[in-house]
């Protein structure tokens, strides 16, 4: 029990997984198990997470269910589908997450997250409300116009790439997704923009998310490099 309070977490696993050539990415194997398996199990282990939302596509509700029943993961509350846009599956999430304080959303294409990572964004978001994991970039950025002419190049120190685990206090989570007007790539985005303080805390560089069958190659490897 995170300081007497329930942490629920989303797990977002309802992607299509258009640039994975035909493959389903959440059922794709790292060293035996499935990539969504992966996920799951780092949750369950999380002694601060007390109950999981698998947000999956229509497609693989059934098969998703029979992952849960076959690993008997207790805490898997609901296993639900999701919506046309990722922000549409959080909201299918958070609507079935059972009087939680804080919850804990992320990807199911990131297998590599840890029970640490999940804990200190806990830690992190007692501060504001809010917490992303993310990692200063270490390539050199570029904003260009539609032509792809260079229009400026910002301090790369102030560069943060944004991962999941993102947690939030559920109430904080759930105003900003009731005001939602436009499509996002990331919760925080929504939590910004409603003047919250949102607290970046290290990720991992290995905390990749699987996008292209070269992803899971290297996922595979990650794992394998970490002794898992």
């Known amino acids: 029990m995170y300081n007497q309070q329930k942490v629920g977490a989303i797990i977002v696993a309802a992607g299509r997984g258009e640039r994975m050539g035909g493959v389903d990415k959440m059922f794709a194997p790292i060293a035996g198990q499935p990539v969504l398996a992966r996920v799951i199990d780092t949750f369950q282990q999380c002694k601060s997470v007390d109950q999981i939302v698998l947000v999956v596509s229509r497609e693989n509700l059934e098969s998703s269910q029979h992952l849960v029943a076959e690993h008997s ?3 898997v509350y609901e296993v639900c589908f999701g919506g046309e846009r990722r922000q549409d599956s959080v909201v299918a999430g958070l609507k079935q997450l059972d009087h939680c304080d804080w919850v804990v959303i992320h990807d199911g294409a990131r297998p590599l997250v840890t029970v640490e990572l999940i804990d200190r964004g806990l830690e992190a978001a007692r501060e504001t409300g809010a917490a992303v994991a993310g990692v200063p970039v270490t390539d050199t950025i570029k904003v260009a116009s539609d032509a ?18 993102q ?3 559920f109430d904080i989570i759930t105003k900003a997704y009731q005001q939602a007007k436009a499509e996002v790539t990331d919760d925080a985005t929504l939590v910004e923009r409603l003047n919250y303080k949102v607290k970046l805390y290290m990720g991992a560089y290995d905390n990749i998310k699987v996008t292209t069958p070269d992803d899971l190659v290297l996922a595979e490897a990650l794992w394998q490099k970490h002794g898992k």
């Open 73 to 75: 993961w207790s805490k």
């Open 148 to 165: 792809g002419v260079i229009l400026k190049t910002p301090p790369r120190q102030n560069l943060w790439a944004v991962q999941t685990p």
């Open 167 to 169: 947690v939030f206090r």
